[in-house]
């Protein structure tokens, strides 16, 4: 069994070699593409030992030639494995010329170079490049390259590389070359070449130094007139960063390529970002809303990391955050200005709460910085990227705008040009800001969800209100007992009218505005404050200011007066979503004990009075619909019940449908628009309002709300409501839905990213046929199972996105899934790993259940041929 050894942190050492100059040299071919690496390599002065064999990675080349300083090796002077290439003896500088010879069309795994829809692309990041030439794969290794790229000219003739052309030209039987040049120094994860028949959308930008920028999109000629969206969101995040951050671009062209086949959402390759089409093509009749707002945010993403990422880079894999948790922080202010900063915000934690915290909570719980990996692909989490960039925004708001700058500021001053750690970052803040982030490092280090229990008193005598905050962190894999946090609760206390009252702790002076930051940094603290005329309403964590679980005693009427009055928006919305949740677990109790199902209590209630508040913007309102997903929910059980949960769910929005009902009408009548499609956040707010109305509207099985549904699918002037109406109705018992949903299959059958939406359509139904449905579609001629985007659109949507069908008892769910990524495994590890995750929570179900799950996860371990990837994964699940 491939099984990879623990890599751990405390075992960094630096390189004992180092590459000055990289010289690369393509023939390209769809099946035999050649390979000439010519490397100026000269020995590390930091490493301690003088003489050290010249250890080189690779994976899965054929080695042609190999030549030091000119004269070529004999086979007693080098070793090579699977995974590595050893040259014993080298001088203190030498030239290194490695020939390989590669296959991009069987290459499955989507590493290094290979084919998708007929171009030859890269995927480097993180391990990549090893399966390209022999090289000390690694982050801080970084060197300038220069790449030439030769090719037949009517199969490739575009051909691109990182940096800006040098130079060009035709080559005798039809061939063409490109040289490319990067004068940046970086890692050999962020190189990147593209080849093949591609048209190509250009626009310019003017930095504020008056420096012009060529920017390009390259896409399949087809794509093109999709591609207006993605070039406008460059061009606001390339003005959005030197607005911010005070950041231009600093190559003469920046490039996107679009590509089908990719294991992941988006590469930010210096100069040349290689994407997920899924994340560049958008036109009003093709992408709905939330595609618009994700290419926005992916687009700005990967520019972002120019800097955050590029310039500045990781150490070693262990810092991955470094850049990730940081430009994800950058790309979540960037869309919050382009938009609605309280619903980016509220979208953002709810990804956090829903699958993050999940994450904490399971057998692949790891922190920030993680000390240890076996296969490094299987970290890139939601606890890197997302609770990443949560730790960022706590340092943001401890250091307040201007001092965050001033450490970003200095952070690049120090290390442009570098491979560098977390601490060398935090430690930017803290000389930048003059304060102390010694325990707040904690949030490196210490895996898991905090936990603050809020006790709260009110002295009318002495006018005096006092909150006493305990935390407290569950114990993780590897870490059974953690240190205090330093957590900032953002806070303000609220009169009987929802005013903020003025605040003044014991020991100042005099009140301090009308909201505070608290330091918690002890296991337990009690702030009191001085001058509180009549007992109000804490409203606290606003803005979500910590990746923490808050429990506090607030009643269900203190809960609704919240969400009805908060003026912090965030802290109004999740008031509204601890109200939901109680009553759907109060609810999930009564199907468990088979009692009758109680009311929607003051929820009902509460929603009207969001639905009638004239002030609240509509996508506020169409949040506030949204009741707390099948998946959140089971988070908040010890013992899983998905049938519960379930039926308590869809009794609650039922009933919710039937109390609200006139109300719900009138409201999608308001926010119905005939005109023409606009991605302004206003237009997205009606949309997105009007359609959480008719999905409530439809569960009341009225002719007429059905038929409105209907309508919407067939004559829907954008895709966004098209797709709304017809999740509705694939959720729907009835024969409704069959017809609408075959003729968008036949009407989009040729758009791939399209059909991606038709199959998750379908493999998210409740219907009581979905399970039978998933396993034809995966007999279905559109179903590609190569396909990263069409398998996560199928089976992935099915076994994370529908858990009331994937983990019904006869565990006929778990053996679909464990049979593919059995077969998905072979040849593309890192799409069956992240498949196979789905079964992590195994333990939490009833016994039934975990017999079912384990039963597939030890048959997977239990392979000959497991990748090391799924074999991380499966045995930190089963506990090995």
Known sequence: ??????????????????????????????????????????????????????????????????????????????????????VSEVPERFVLEVETLLNPKDNGALEGLYLSSGNLCTQCEPEGFRRITYFPDRP???????????????????????????????????????????????????????????????????????????????????????????????????????????????????????????????????GLNIFNSKYVLARPDTATDLDYQNIEGVIGHEYFHNWTGNRVTCRDWFQLSLKEGLTVFRDQEFSADQSARAIKRIADVRLLRTAQFAEDAGPMAHPVRPSCYEEINNFYTLTIYNKGAEVIRMMHTLLGEKGFRRGMDLYFARHDGQAVTTDDFVRAMEDAAGVDLGQFRRWYTQAGTPEIQVERRYDAASQTYSLTLRQSCPPTPGQGEKQPFHIPVSMALLDPQGQRLPLQLRGEAQPDGHSHVLSLTETQQTFEFVGVPQEPLPSLLRGFSAPVKLVCDLSDAELAFLAGHDDDAFNRWDSGQQLALRVLLRLVGDFQQGRAPGDAGALAHALANTLNDPHLEPAFKAQALLLPSEIYVAEQMERIDPSAIHQARKHLQKALARELRLLLLTVWQENVDTGPYGFEPQAVGRR?????????????????????????????????????????????????????????????????????????????????????????????????????????????????????????????????????????????????????????????????????????????????????????????????
């Not at 023939?27 to 593409?33: K, V, Y």
């Not at 231009?248 to 210096?270: H, P, R, S, T, W």
């Not at 694939?730 to 024969?735: K, S, V």
């Open 1 to 86: 069994m491939n099984r990879n050894k623990t890599i751990h942190l405390e075992d960094y050492c630096p390189p004992a070699y180092l590459v000055e100059r990289v010289n690369l040299h393509f023939d390209l071919d769809e099946a035999a593409t050649r390979v000439k690496a010519t490397l100026e390599l000269r020995r590390n002065p930091a490493t301690a030992a003088p003489r050290q064999p010249l250890v080189l990675d690779g994976n899965q080349l054929h080695l042609l030639s190999l030549h030091m300083d000119g004269r070529e090796l004999s086979g007693e002077e080098y070793y090579r494995d699977e995974e590595r290439l050893v």
């Open 140 to 270: 801080d290794v970084m060197t300038v390259y220069r790449t030439t790229l030769v090719a037949d000219r009517e199969r490739f003739p575009v051909l691109l590389a990182n940096g800006n052309r040098v130079a060009h030209g035709e080559l005798e039987g039809g061939r063409h070359f490109a040289e490319w040049d990067d004068p940046f120094p970086k890692p050999s994860y962020l190189f990147a070449l593209v080849a093949g028949k591609l048209a190509c959308l250009e626009d310019t930008f003017t930095t504020r130094s008056e420096r012009p920028i060529t920017l390009q999109i390259y896409v399949e000629a087809h794509n093109l007139d999709k591609c207006a969206h993605a070039m406008h969101a460059l061009k606001n995040a390339m003005r959005w960063d030197e607005e911010r951050f005070g950041l231009e671009c600093d190559l003469d062209q920046y490039m996107i390529v679009a590509v089908d086949d990719f294991n992941m959402g988006a590469m930010e390759n210096k």
């Open 688 to 880: 997105s309002l009007k359609n959480a109305c008719l999905s409530y509207l439809a569960l009341l099985d009225e002719p007429v709300c059905v038929e409105l549904c209907a309508n919407q699918a067939e004559r829907g002037g954008n895709m966004t409501d098209v797709l709304a109406a017809l999740s509705i109705l694939a959720q729907h018992e009835g024969t409704e839905g069959a017809a609408p949903l075959a003729r968008f299959y036949e009407k989009w059958q040729q758009d791939p990213l399209v059909v991606d939406k038709w199959f998750t359509l379908q493999a998210t139904s409740g219907r009581a046929d979905a399970g039978a449905r998933v396993r034809e579609l995966l007999d279905h001629p559109a179903f590609n199972l190569r396909n990263p985007n069409r398998v996560r659109s199928l089976l992935g949507a099915f076994s994370t996105a529908n858990p009331y069908h994937f983990h019904a008892a006869s565990g006929d769910g778990y053996a679909l899934l464990g049979d593919y990524v059995r077969r998905i495994d072979a040849f593309n590890p890192q799409l069956a790993a992240r498949l196979v995750a789905a079964f992590n929570h195994w333990r939490r179900y009833d016994e039934s259940r975990q017999r079912l799950m384990r039963a597939q996860l030890e048959e997977i371990l239990e392979r000959p041929d497991v990748s090391r990837d799924v074999a991380e994964v499966v045995g930190k699940s089963l506990g090995r």
